[in-house]
């Protein structure tokens, strides 16, 4: 750690400066101006070069990429296959959530797919929200109301307002899936007007 430090100021502008103005000081006393207080100037220049240097600029934060945003979202939503696998959902409700999932994994397989979502922040932000936090929330809701209509039959079957959030899910990645058509549609009649107005 000490020896990085020392490492990172003998490379910084402080010293850098601070040692261009000592140089000169050196070439001060050999033109015979500094006389006997030689180290005094040589010091002092150095001193003044280091106070007057630049500041160091401080590196950008590190944020993560879009894409290791997706590698992470992949790695959520095998959790999330894995937890689901292990809940017993009636025929409709799980016929719906096959879809759901089916949609989803599609969305985040890798490819070009996945390179034309990574350049939507906002696509990104409603595939991790369905992964992390709706589909399971749904699930788990609707396990946990089961097992209190057991005790008290006659209400609503929960299973209705499962397969109805997930009916909202559904539609919600579907128009994600439209929406990244949408800008690879545009992307080629882009191209296709580039191609033309070349060539005319």
């Known amino acids: 750690m000490a020896t990085n430090r020392f490492t990172g100021y003998l490379e910084s502008r402080k010293n850098l400066t601070g040692s261009a103005c000592g140089i000169a000081g050196l070439a001060l006393t050999f033109a015979g101006v ?4 030689w180290p005094v100037v040589v010091a002092g220049l150095y001193g003044a070069g280091a106070l007057i240097a630049p500041p160091e600029r401080r590196p950008p934060p590190d944020f993560a990429e879009p894409s290791d945003r997706l590698d992470e979202l992949r790695q959520d939503f095998a959790r999330l296959c894995d937890h689901l696998g292990g809940i ?3 025929p409709a409700a799980s016929g719906r959530l096959a879809e759901l999932t089916e949609l989803l994994a599609a969305l985040l397989d890798p490819g ?3 390179e034309v979502l990574a350049g939507d922040p906002d696509g990104v932000h409603t595939l991790s929200r369905a992964v992390r936090q709706d589909v399971p929330e749904a699930v788990d809701t609707f396990v946990r109301t089961r ?3 057991r005790l008290a039959p006659g209400a609503e079957p929960p299973e ?3 397969e109805r959030q997930l009916a909202v899910l559904h539609e919600e990645a579907d128009r994600l899936a439209a929406a990244l058509r949408e800008t690879e549609a545009r992307r080629q009649e882009s191209h296709t007007r580039y191609l033309e107005d070349r060539s005319r």
């Open 34 to 37: 500094a006389g006997p207080y």
């Open 88 to 90: 017993d959902l009636p």
């Open 112 to 114: 070009w797919v996945a």
């Open 147 to 149: 097992w209190w209509t």
């Open 160 to 162: 209705r307002h499962l």
